[in-house]
């Protein structure tokens, strides 16, 4: 949960932005860009530095992040970037148009990070991510956070659409894969006649139980999807009770303190930042 300091009340500040030169330079690749490659591109110019090390988010709007930050390599209009990569799938973006990669420690000092948001809750800009039920994602919903987490300042990009307060939908969480059934239950249990909590398949739709083939990530974990029916009061509340329960390993819900979000609107792209002096919980 976010909690300002009383004597420095966190805000928000808005910036709204329309088609600029940067969206210029991709008028051969599409003359009427989409909402998503206006806010990568946005990202890109005003948050990637010469010299950083940056984390390279994974999604459709991070994709094309990756793709236009090869562009400004090769053109030199930025240089000596490094990314780390967030996903196989943003790795191989990054290799594949020429984006130099360094691969994740915990000692690292990441200087910002751009990532793909299923979903933000207006106002306090908790993040939902790692709701994409695809194969090749459900094994990095823990590194993506602690890259998150190591930059100094993120980005997250979201169409306009998923920017709002009420959220409904699903939250993943990896639980310990011994006794997911207990902590099923559990979760169950504190959000009765609110959400529903199934079991992630790897094949297809397999039931509450994630029938035959589970999901079973490489450290072990497998991942229930805590599908919210109705609206959510607060994702901070949410994060803090997943948290507090024996065999939550992680969730798809991010905290960070020095945070925007990039709204990809069908006519503009807009900036929400977080601006608070103190934060409890965050990262």
């Known amino acids: 949960m976010l909690v300002a300091a009383a004597s420095t009340p966190f805000s928000l500040s808005f910036a709204v932005f329309t088609r600029s030169r940067s969206f210029r ?3 051969t690749l599409s003359r009427e860009p989409s909402p998503l490659l206006r806010a990568a591109h946005h990202t890109v110019d005003s948050y990637v530095k010469s010299g950083m ?8 709007a991070s994709d094309l992040a990756i793709r236009y ?9 930025v240089q000596d970037v490094v990314g780390v990569p967030m996903s196989a799938r943003s790795a191989s973006e990054a290799a594949k148009y020429g984006v130099p990669l360094k691969h994740f420690r915990d000692d690292f000092q990441i200087d910002f990070a751009f990532h793909d948001a299923d979903a933000v809750e207006e106002g306090t800009l908790v ?3 790692g709701r994409r039920r695809t194969t090749e994602e459900d094994d ?11 930059a100094d300042e993120a980005v997250f990009m979201v169409k306009e659409e998923l920017y709002k307060s009420g959220l409904e939908g699903s939250i993943p ?10 902590i099923a239950e559990e ?3 504190l959000y009765l006649g609110e959400a529903e909590v199934w079991r992630r398949a790897s094949v297809g739709d397999a039931g509450p139980l994630g029938g035959d083939f589970p999901i079973v990530t490489s450290d072990g974990h497998n ?9 959510i009061p607060s994702l901070g509340n949410v994060a803090k009770s997943l948290d507090n329960i024996d065999g939550v390993v992680d969730h798809g819900l991010v905290i960070k303190t020095r945070c925007t979000v990039v709204i990809a609107g069908e006519r503009e792209v807009r900036t929400v930042t977080l601006q608070t002096s103190a934060v409890e919980d965050g990262v």
């Open 53 to 60: 090390v940056v984390g390279l988010g994974s999604g459709e």
């Open 127 to 129: 993040s939902v991510i």
């Open 223 to 231: 991942i229930l999807d805590v599908i919210f029916t109705t609206p």
């Open 69 to 77: 930050l090869g562009h400004q390599l090769r053109s030199g209009s």
């Open 187 to 189: 979760i169950d249990d």
């Open 25 to 27: 330079v991709s008028a």
């Open 173 to 182: 969480v990896l639980v310990q894969s011994l006794n997911w059934l207990a």
């Open 140 to 150: 990095y919903i823990l590194r993506q956070k602690s890259i998150v987490k190591a």
